[in-house]
């Protein structure tokens, strides 16, 4: 089984420059994350769905959009990208009920 | 809300030592507990869970991890370390009552010393 495929594995980006993230899952999880990863911060929610059609802002959704259109694909969008925004970002799926979520392995972004 | 605190940013143990690293949580209710490992370039890998019933659970690779609800913790541990266990590993507690969101703690990077 594939799992969780994240594309693209790098990234560089000039500042405000715009780019989705891909994130497909292949298990029917109902539920679909994006974290962002930071040096001594652990993994922060980004947004989060619980099913096509419905998303929600999670820790640190400023500057970022996403949608669900499908149960399989969760995309994540930079609008206008920013330094601050240079990170690796992993995206998660499960499935309902609090259970054990399983990951991509992770896009790092720079932004210059 | 939620939290979870890892006090240890990096640890060092040699090869064949015990390891134990600590995990601290704040939630109103009984919480679901995880321990993530991630190796260098790596996703996350759930190495154990959990979620009720006996609070010494056992996971992949030889680590357990107790849940003690009157200190809120869920440390981990390992009885005899190989140099594969070089890498961060995280805690995260989730609740149902946050929407089902799972909170992470800051990571502790394990160095093995042979």
């Known amino acids: 089984n594939a799992g969780v495929t994240q594309t693209p594995k790098f990234q560089v980006l000039k500042t405000g420059q715009s780019m989705t993230l891909q994130c497909a899952q292949d298990?029917?999880?109902?539920?679909m994350s994006w974290y962002r990863q930071d040096p001594g911060m652990g993994l922060r929610l980004i947004h989060y769905s619980v099913g096509a059609g419905i998303t929600d802002q999670g820790e640190v959704p400023n500057g970022y959009n996403v949608s669900r259109s499908t149960t399989e694909d969760f995309p994540l969008r930079l609008l206008s990208a920013a330094p601050s925004q240079t990170s690796v970002y992993f995206c998660?799926?499960?499935?309902?009920?609090?259970?054990?979520?399983?990951f991509g392995q992770g896009t790092r972004l720079t932004v210059v | 809300a939620q939290s979870v605190t890892q006090p240890d940013i990096h640890i060092t143990v040699s090869e064949g030592a015990s390891l134990e690293l600590r995990c601290n949580y704040s939630y109103g209710a009984t919480p679901y507990l995880f321990w993530y490992v991630q190796s260098p370039g790596q996703g996350l890998q759930l190495l154990l869970k959990y979620f009720s019933g006996d609070t010494l659970v056992q996971g992949i690779k030889g680590f357990e991890a107790e849940f003690k609800r009157s200190q809120s913790s869920f440390n981990l541990r390992k009885p005899s370390v190989h140099w594969s266990d070089a890498a961060e590993y995280f805690c995260a507690v989730g609740a149902t009552a946050a929407g089902n969101k799972l909170t992470f703690g800051g990571g502790t990077r394990v160095l093995v010393k042979p």
């Open positions: 298990m029917n999880h109902e539920y």
């Open positions: 998660a799926s499960r499935i309902r009920g609090n259970t054990e979520a399983f």
